[in-house]
């Protein structure tokens, strides 16, 4: 089986950045899930992680440590937009994804 | 469009009563979840199935029950055996279950009065 952990609440301010942490304990790893939800709205995919290392888009970044079960969602130039959950998910690469029970994202003016 | 298709989007329901959620893709995708969110709970799978007319239960299957009769369709019902059914319900696709991004629908929302 699979244990995400991430914390429950995080704070910022517009402009800023913030990194959202993810520590992971699975039976099995295939790769590290980041996705984004909005009260009330389904959960949108940001990024997918297989290999160690850093991978941007925009203004969104995910990094992956495979050997410390670790992983971030860094957020750049924050707007008010972004305040949603970020949902962490570990792929066992067998058959269902394991989520974390996501990190509410709050962007104040 | 591809995409995935839940309805209805809010349920209200008494006790004791079974309800049917559904949910269609044309994504052709093989592998379809049911994912049931709590706050604070994160996403919970109640099912999944990985080809039609096969199935498995998550990790909160009972109370519910699930068909996959066609590739296409992959219905949740609540019967009235789930103790606490009130809850956002997230229908699921992905190409396999070992691989690609879980695609979403938009949730169902089940309120039992």
């Known amino acids: 089986g699979q244990n995400i952990d991430q914390p429950t609440e995080m704070t910022a301010t517009e402009g800023a950045i913030v990194q959202i942490n993810c520590t992971y304990q699975t039976s099995g790893f295939n790769g590290l899930f980041w996705y984004q939800q909005h009260a009330g709205e389904a959960p949108t995919f940001l990024s997918y992680n297989v290999l160690d290392g850093l991978e941007e888009k925009g203004r969104f970044s995910s990094f992956l440590s495979r050997s410390k079960g670790y992983s971030y969602l860094l957020l750049k130039e924050l707007q008010m937009k972004d305040s949603a959950s970020y949902l962490c998910a570990g792929d066992s690469g067998y058959s269902t994804l394991t989520f974390g029970k996501g990190t509410m994202l709050l962007v104040s003016p | 469009d591809g995409g995935i298709t839940q309805s209805p989007k809010y349920l209200f329901r008494k006790e004791g009563q079974n309800v049917t959620l559904s949910c269609e893709q044309n994504l052709n995708h093989d592998a379809m979840y049911w994912y049931r969110q709590d706050p604070g709970q994160g996403l919970r799978l109640i099912y999944y199935s990985q080809i039609v007319n096969d199935f498995q239960k998550g990790d909160i299957a009972e109370g519910y029950s699930v068909s996959r009769e066609k590739k296409e369709s992959f219905p949740l019902t609540v019967t009235s055996a789930q103790k606490n059914p009130t809850a956002f319900y997230l229908c699921?696709?992905?190409?396999?279950?070992?691989?690609?991004?879980?695609?979403f629908g938009e949730g169902s929302r089940l309120t039992v009065l």
């Open positions: 699921a696709s992905r190409t396999r279950t070992d691989t690609g991004e879980l695609f």
